[in-house]
T-cell receptor, first 114, second 112 residues
Framework: AQSVTQLGSHVSVSEGALVLLRCNYS??????LFWYVQYPNQGLQLLLK??????LVKGINGFEAEFKKSETSFHLTKPSAHMSDAAEYFC????????????FGQGTILTVHP | DTAVSQTPKYLVTQMGNDKSIKCEQN?????MYWYKQDSKKFLKIMFS???????INETVPNRFSPKSPDKAHLNLHINSLELGDSAVYFC???????????FGEGSRLTVL
């Protein structure tokens, strides 16, 4: 069984500040990890993913995440927030016999203040 | 050119009715999914089809019946709608990269 916990349902930052969205996972098999973003009234869009190899992965819009196996974490960061980053962000895990089956976290709403 | 399109986007209906949501993808993907997002934004997989074959069927009431006439289409039919079925239903597709899904814009179902 797999699960994802996103710490903080709401995160608020100022424009230009560091963005840090936290994600911890549980998986009995080597995980594949993902971050998706959802803008209002839209579907989810893949930001970045970790499957194997380099533990620091870069995604679209300047976001990156680091897979830390010892901490079972996959936190999402961006050095400088932009107003257009305001959205809801979902961390997800897959693995085992159903790598296509994603288990999502509860989501974190990111607000960016001018 | 919408990659994954769902219709209708909004659906308001009475309890006990039967309704369908349609999904089409023009990405040439082999696998399609239905996800349910509840009022707390929690996303959960319902079904997955690969080349018209059902491969994932979570513990979903049998009032929900997916149908895939071809690999570009995946429809969801819901019988005897209940209040708890109110949610946003997302269709998604993928090619082969595990977990790399392309989502539609969602179909918001409201059951009164």
């Amino acid at each position: 069984a797999q699960s994802v916990t996103q710490l903080g349902s709401h995160v608020s930052v100022s424009e230009g500040a560091l963005v840090l969205l936290r994600c911890n996972y549980s998986s009995s098999v080597p995980p594949y990890l993902f971050w998706y973003v959802q803008y209002p009234n839209q579907g989810l869009q893949l930001l970045l993913k970790y499957t194997t190899g380099a533990t620091l992965v870069k995604g679209i819009n300047g976001f990156e995440a680091e897979f830390k196996k010892s901490e079972t974490s996959f936190h999402l960061t961006k050095p400088s927030a932009h107003m257009s980053d305001a959205a809801e962000y979902f961390c997800a895990v897959s693995g085992g016999t159903s790598y296509g089956k994603l288990t999502f976290g509860q989501g974190t709403i990111l607000t960016v203040h001018p | 050119d919408t990659a994954v399109s769902q219709t209708p986007k909004y659906l308001v209906t009475q309890m006990g009715n039967d309704k369908s949501i349609k999904c089409e993808q023009n990405l040439g993907h082999d696998t399609m999914y239905w996800y349910k997002q509840d009022s707390k934004k929690f996303l959960k997989i319902m079904f997955s089809y690969n080349n018209k074959e059902l491969i994932i069927n979570e513990t979903v009431p049998n009032r929900f019946s997916p149908k895939s006439p071809d690999k570009a289409h995946l429809n969801l039919h819901i019988n005897s709608l209940e209040l708890g079925d109110s949610a946003v239903y997302f269709c998604a597709s993928s090619r082969g990269s595990p977990g790399e899904l392309f989502f539609g814009e969602g179909s918001r179902l409201t059951v009164l």
